[in-house]
């Protein structure tokens, strides 16, 4: 059972580069959530979804994109990135009713220069 | 809008005990969740109060006022590897009940 994964750990982006942060979880968790954050401060929502096929924007959704096709994956994509994405992104899950215990993936560390 | 306020830092010796504050401001509520997070690492869950009053999970324990909009989290018998950031989290009723909003976190030092 190893929860949510994430990949890659780390990535660095030249600025205007694409690229999508791969998150599955293996709880059968329906809902998912994608956080940026930056350093010293806490988490900020970019997007989440209550299961397959339904997404909606969190408090910082620009410059982001997110899709559910399944129940397992949640992929973030950054179009054109942009220093300001530079941060650390985090992916949880967590039950229905129960959005007060999310489970977190280990993070991926995203720097663009 | 939706705020929290927690302690930026606190510093504690170890075996102490030491309490985290954490103030919100919603306009609708469901509960006070806390996290913890070592440097590097992911956030894990600690505890939720959706009802006032006291829940304790071994050295932890976790304190709701709703009237105060106020909660604590208490930790004892501190250890060094308590040594992390704590994070407040309120499950706000407003615009969904699907997601959570964090508070900018306390860095919790232990000094031994």
């Known amino acids: 059972n190893a929860g949510v994964t994430q990949t890659p750990k780390f990535r660095i982006l030249k600025i205007g580069q694409s690229m999508t942060l791969q998150c599955t979880q293996d709880?059968?968790?329906?809902?998912m959530y994608w956080y940026r954050q930056d350093p010293g401060m806490g988490l900020k929502l970019i997007y989440y979804?209550?299961?397959?096929?339904?997404?909606d924007k969190g408090e910082v959704p620009n410059g982001y994109n997110v899709s559910r096709s399944t129940t397992e994956d949640f992929p973030l994509r950054l179009e054109l990135a942009a220093p300001s994405q530079t941060s650390v992104y985090f992916c949880?899950?967590?039950?229905?009713?129960?959005?007060?215990?999310?489970?977190f993936g280990p993070g991926t560390r995203l720097t663009v220069t | 809008g939706q705020s929290l306020e927690q302690p930026s830092e606190v510093t504690a010796v170890e075996g102490a005990i030491v309490q985290i504050n954490c103030t919100y401001q919603?306009?609708?509520?469901?509960?006070l969740s806390w996290y913890q997070q070592h440097d590097g690492g992911a956030p894990t869950f600690l505890s939720y109060?959706?009802?006032?009053g006291l829940e304790e999970t071994g050295r932890f324990s976790s304190f709701l006022s709703r009237s105060d909009s106020y909660g604590y989290l208490l930790l004892q018998e501190l250890q060094m590897k308590d040594s992390a950031s704590y994070f407040c989290a309120v499950r706000d009723r407003v615009s969904s009940a699907s997601k959570i909003i964090f508070g900018s976190g306390t860095r919790l030092s232990i000094r031994p």
């Open positions: 919603t306009s609708g509520f469901y509960g």
């Open positions: 949880a899950s967590s039950s229905p009713g129960q959005e007060y215990e999310q489970y």
């Open positions: 979804s209550v299961g397959a096929g339904i997404t």
């Open positions: 109060n959706g009802l006032d």
């Open positions: 709880m059968n968790h329906n809902y």
